[in-house]
């Protein structure tokens, strides 16, 4: 009893001399243990409805991705318009007094006379330009040709339509495969509409020695730019799994390091990190076109402009290699609001903003309208996306000058 009694007091000493926080106790019911071990793991895998939503829509992103390059890249092609345009108005005499050129329809004479484009056609982004040129030719073309007119209309409205198909499909990707379907079926009835027709026009010309044409080469951008329709049908042209995928894909519950969830289910994705110096080397390839474009117009030396061309185009190939279809992104939007940064410097100086364009463009304010999007990018966080917006700002430049030097010429004249 001693012994013990001596134990306890030593406890207790211990005690008062340095206090023990106790530790938290945690008491199971046989109760709350049961309905712990009989409550299912939910994930997203024991429900394949709603992941094959989220791999759904995915795959339709991927689509519509793929879709939106293949008709940027049409626009670098010729689209073959002027074989069109011969086709609508041989339809009528060209003989004197019975014809466009009957001193009646002046529009179309002048655009005839005095337009290049009606008869070497241009790549996709210059049709789109010389599109403010050839609208006032509707009347007389309309007046000549009779319901003719209307595959005349659908075909100067083609590329203003799949733009807008691809924006729509970007604005409901979301959508179900139905949906798609019926999208690119419209697509693709408009495209095989101005297919047939563009076949039968190289038959009909086929004979004649200045207007005979390949079908295929001489037009290719505007094959092009209808395959870029097909691929936004689920089923009709299968892409490779591999094709267009990360090692960690966007679904979650498939590949977790991607994303994360929170308690709501909202899903974030992880912010880009990117470091300054690997931007510092992405960007300088494009400052040095910049600048030694700047100093060739000025007359200085041009012994540095190959070497000013190649290295955005290195720049250019190896941010594709690093950053795939983000940096891909950023410069096909930007290449996208470029028309219509374009489209707007034509309507500012048809009003009168820019004065007297004399002296030479705004070049000042150009280059400040063309950064626009790239700190956008930067500003939320998207650097990769931002990278390929910038090495779109020298095409940015010259498609906002582009459209104010046509504005200029339809204002001051040739």
């Not at 109760?31 to 071990?37: C, G, K």
Request: with cysteine; charged share 15%; net charge negative.
């Amino acid at each position: 009893m001693n012994n013990r009694t001596i134990l306890v007091q030593n406890d207790e000493e211990v005690t008062k001399q340095r206090p023990v926080k106790p530790e938290a106790v945690v008491i199971n019911l046989p109760q709350s243990e049961n309905l712990l071990a009989d409550a299912p793991a939910t994930s997203l895998a024991d429900k394949p409805n709603i992941q094959n939503i989220v791999v759904s829509s995915i795959d339709q992103t991927k689509r519509i991705q793929f879709a939106s390059i293949a008709l940027l890249v049409s626009m670098f092609f010729q689209w073959g318009y002027q074989y069109w345009l011969n086709w609508t108005i041989s339809l009528v005499s060209s003989r004197d007094g019975e014809g466009w050129d009957d001193g009646y329809h002046n529009a179309l004479w002048e655009y005839l006379v005095h337009g290049e484009f009606a008869w070497e056609g241009g790549i996709g982004f210059v049709e789109i330009l010389n599109f403010f040129f050839r609208f006032q030719i509707w009347g007389d073309v309309a007046d000549l040709v009779g319901p003719v007119f209307a595959l005349f209309i659908m075909r100067d409205l083609m590329p203003f339509v799949f733009i807008g198909t691809i924006a729509f499909s970007w604005m409901n990707r979301d959508k179900g495969d139905d949906f798609f379907r019926k999208v690119a079926l419209f697509y693709g009835g408009y495209f095989a509409i101005m297919a047939v027709q563009l076949v039968y026009i190289n038959i009909e010309l086929n004979g004649s020695y200045y207007w005979e044409f390949n079908v295929l080469f001489d037009c290719f951008g505007f094959w092009v730019a209808g395959f870029a329709g097909l691929l936004l049908d689920p089923k009709l042209i299968r892409i490779p799994e591999t094709i267009g995928s990360h090692k960690d894909t966007f679904t979650p519950h498939l590949n977790g390091p991607e994303l994360s969830q929170n308690s709501h289910g909202i899903i974030h994705a992880p912010q880009q990190e990117i470091e300054p110096a690997k931007v510092a080397l992405f960007y300088f390839p494009v400052v040095y076109f910049l600048i030694v474009v700047n100093s060739v117009m000025e007359g200085g030396e041009d012994d540095a402009l190959f070497l000013g061309i190649m290295l955005p185009i290195v720049g250019f190939v190896v941010g594709i290699g690093l950053y795939g279809l983000e940096f891909l992104k950023g410069f096909g939007l930007h290449l996208l609001f470029s028309i219509g940064y374009g489209l707007i410097g034509y309507f500012l100086v048809i009003i009168g903003f820019f004065g007297d364009l004399d002296d030479g463009p705004p070049i000042s304010f150009i280059v400040m309208i063309s950064l626009i999007l790239t700190i956008r990018y930067h500003l939320k966080n998207k650097h990769h996306r931002a990278i390929g917006a910038m090495y779109a700002i020298p095409l940015t430049i010259w498609i906002i000058l582009f459209g104010i030097l046509i504005g200029w010429f339809q204002v001051d004249g040739f």
